[in-house]
């Protein structure tokens, strides 16, 4: 694994990335695993649970160390982003679909659409290649039929945050860095709460890649975002500051309850 000089700005660009890219692959092989009886029991004898061998993922089986579709939409859009020295949206799109369309490994008959699947193919889980997204599915479909918006207007799922690292980690400090993470996340995912999620997670990178550790940083995009004069005021954001306000006041709170309390249906 090569180092990464954190203590400077591009060192902390590099380890945005960095970070993103191997949390993602060691986390990948227990992914999904909604019964928290059922995952507390897998991980009981260890501490150390990072690039888990054999898979236990329910849905999708690939092997240790190779990234989810959440790492695979980001590296893709890292990708396109050096080659095109910033973001081409157009360019962003073809290379998407080629990634994740028909002509790829995620092309499988119980996970190539977004139409919901029956118990019967529920049975073949997990399948033997990697989970197709439903945002991303859903994009493949626009995309195919030459609409302008390809994102999704009803995925309201956490693609959108690990699809932005990339582009804070380019952007962080440039005045356009939230208008250009809209963009991005509005590729595969239109829905508004989806997007203010990704601004809020785009702002709380931004200052760690700034500015380097700091306890504050919550305050900090609160503060941020309660401005009437902020960069891309979006409808919700007076929803996301509150929901951070109780992050803020649950801080003595165990993980594992915190996420039930704020938990979004």
Same mark, same amino acid.
């Given at each position: 694994?090569?180092?990464?000089?954190?203590?400077?700005?591009?060192?902390?660009?590099?380890?945005?990335?960095?970070?993103?890219?191997?949390?993602?692959?060691?986390?990948?092989?227990?992914?999904?695993?909604?019964?928290?009886?059922?995952?507390?029991?897998?991980?009981?004898?260890?501490?150390?649970?990072?690039?888990?061998?054999?898979?236990?993922?329910?849905?999708?089986?690939?092997?240790?160390?190779?990234?989810?579709?959440?790492?695979?939409?980001?590296?893709?859009?890292?990708?396109?982003?050096?080659?095109?020295?910033?973001?081409?949206?157009?360019?962003?799109? #073809?290379?998407?679909?080629?990634?994740?369309?028909?002509?790829? %490994?995620?092309? =499988?008959?119980? &996970?190539?659409?977004?139409?919901? @699947?029956?118990?019967?193919?529920?049975?073949?889980?997990?399948?033997?290649?990697?989970?197709?997204?439903?945002?991303?599915?859903?994009?493949?479909?626009?995309?195919?039929?030459?609409?302008?918006?390809?994102?999704?207007?009803?995925?309201?799922?956490?693609?959108?945050?690990?699809?932005?690292?990339?582009?804070?980690?380019?952007?962080?400090?440039?005045?356009?860095?939230?208008?250009?993470?809209?963009?991005?996340?509005?590729?595969?995912?239109?829905?508004?709460?989806?997007?203010?999620?990704?601004?809020?997670?785009?702002?709380?990178?931004?200052?760690?890649?700034?500015?380097?550790?700091? #306890?504050?940083?919550?305050?900090?995009?609160?503060?941020?975002? %309660?401005?009437? =004069?902020?960069? &891309?005021?979006?409808?919700?954001? @007076?929803?996301?500051?509150?929901?951070?306000?109780?992050?803020?006041?649950?801080?003595?709170?165990?993980?594992?309850?915190?996420?039930?309390?704020?938990?979004?249906?």
């Amino acid at each position: 694994m090569c180092s990464v000089d954190k203590g400077s700005l591009n060192g902390r660009r590099a380890a945005a990335v960095l970070g993103a890219v191997v949390a993602d692959a060691a986390a990948q092989p227990l992914h999904w695993i909604y019964d928290t009886n059922k995952l507390d029991n897998l991980i009981s004898q260890t501490e150390n649970i990072a690039f888990w061998k054999p898979s236990a993922n329910p849905f999708y089986c690939i092997p240790t160390g190779r990234q989810s579709g959440y790492g695979d939409q980001a590296y893709v859009i890292l990708k396109s982003l050096v080659e095109n020295e910033g973001l081409d949206v157009r360019s962003l799109k #073809d290379a998407t679909f080629k990634f994740f369309g028909p002509e790829s %490994d995620y092309e =499988h008959p119980v &996970n190539a659409t977004y139409k919901e @699947k029956s118990d019967a193919q529920k049975n073949t889980f997990p399948i033997k290649a990697p989970w197709r997204h439903f945002s991303v599915k859903e994009f493949l479909a626009n995309h195919k039929a030459g609409k302008e918006h390809t994102g999704s207007p009803t995925d309201d799922q956490i693609d959108c945050v690990v699809r932005i690292i990339p582009v804070v980690a380019l952007y962080a400090g440039h005045p356009n860095m939230l208008t250009i993470a809209e963009e991005v996340v509005r590729i595969t995912q239109e829905s508004d709460f989806t997007v203010v999620v990704a601004l809020c997670a785009a702002r709380i990178l931004e200052h760690f890649i700034l500015n380097g550790p700091s #306890d504050g940083v919550l305050e900090e995009v609160i503060k941020q975002m %309660d401005n009437p =004069h902020r960069a &891309n005021p979006q409808e919700l954001d @007076k929803a996301m500051v509150g929901k951070i306000r109780e992050v803020l006041q649950g801080k003595e709170t165990s993980h594992k309850k915190m996420a039930k309390q704020l938990r979004i249906d």
